[in-house]
């Protein structure tokens, strides 16, 4: 699922009190079929919000939280040593020779870094991505409008 835990989460009286963004209607009934698989959920309120109104910073914890001590570390010493720099001022081998380790491993933890900050980050991506798409507009009365779905079938 492709859902936002927007923070703070408040858990009172037996029940967590949750905000979530969600970008698409089927992800949020599928969040909520998950969520009555562990035990009773209501949608308390739902609504559409414009994009002015979404946050537009990122929380730290969501995006680093779970990496490991390893991952920050070879994601600092890469961009310490100039591995993100364009033309790369350094390799992986020569950043893991200075560390002690071995070049593979040092990748591993290095991709596996990346690949957990990637993946917290495709859910901001997407709110800005939409942000930059402009709304549709209706056609103009006695127009004629060829829908893909109607031409499709025919």
Known sequence: MECIEVPPAIYRDGWGYLRVLSFDESQTRDMFREFN???PAELIKKRELPLTVLPTSVWVNSLFGELTGKQMDALLKA???GYYSSPRE???????KSLGISRSTYEEHLRKAENR???ALVPYLQIFAAADKLPEREPEKGTVVDHPKASAKA
């Open 117 to 119: 900050i990637m993946s």
């Open 79 to 81: 961009h310490r040593y």
């Open 37 to 39: 698989k562990r035990g």
């Open 90 to 96: 350094i390799t992986t081998e020569n950043i893991s």
